[in-house]
Structures are given as structure tokens and as C-alpha cells.
Nanobody
């Protein structure tokens, strides 16, 4: 059974920092790129960061590039999202999951809420 548990969200002022953590189980973690996405009510889910299995490559949405950093610890089946210089528009529920082919049903945790105040 695949389990994804996101944590580390909270309320922060604009310009501040947060570090999100996602612990995964139920699949071979090192077989998959991992990604963070976020969802704002009324908007489509946005994938914002991805890291390949051995951290060879990372890529980011333009909206977070230069401010957020994704990393992973394969020994702990954990992926992180360091969020720096946050903005009110970063307010969302953040999720992590494996990067599966488009059209493949994915796995979702409960997410972690990030709220950025002006």
C-alpha cells in the first residue's frame, strides 16, 4: 500500500521560509522521480518541482524557480521542498508523489497547507 505523508506546512510571512517534508512507503522509492505539486481552490493543480531518482536532475516551474529547492534522501524514503522568499501567491496545499507517466493514476497524501501572509 502506497503511503505519502506530507508535513512542515504552516503560516509564514512573505519573505520567510518553510521546509516541507514528504515520507513515502509502499513502493521502491529509488525507482521513481519524485515531485511536489500544489493546489489552490478553484485552480488546477500545479506541478512545481521534480527530482530524479539519484538527484541527478531537478526542475522547477517558473513560478518557484530560484526560490524553492527540491531534494531527496533515498535512505529515508523522503523528499523535501525548501521554500525561501515565499510570496502570498504560494499559499496552497502542497503534495508530493512519484512522477508517473501522464494519464497514469497517481497516489496522493493529505497534503500540507502553506499560508503566506503579506
Amino acid at each position: 500500500q502506497v503511503t505519502l505523508v506530507e508535513s512542515g506546512g504552516g503560516e509564514v510571512q512573505a519573505g520567510g521560509s518553510l521546509r516541507l517534508t514528504c515520507t513515502a512507503s509502499g513502493f521502491i522509492f529509488t525507482d521513481y522521480s519524485m515531485q511536489w505539486s500544489r493546489r489552490v481552490p478553484g485552480k488546477e493543480r500545479e506541478r512545481i518541482a521534480l527530482v530524479t531518482p539519484k538527484s541527478e536532475t531537478t526542475n522547477y516551474a517558473e513560478s518557484v524557480k530560484g526560490r524553492f529547492t527540491i531534494s531527496r534522501d533515498n535512505a529515508k524514503n523522503t523528499v523535501y521542498l525548501q521554500m525561501n522568499n515565499v510570496k502570498p501567491e504560494d499559499t496552497a496545499v502542497y503534495y508530493c508523489n512519484p512522477a508517473l507517466p501522464i494519464g497514469t493514476p497517481n497516489y496522493w497524501g493529505h497534503g500540507t497547507q502553506v499560508t503566506v501572509s503579506p
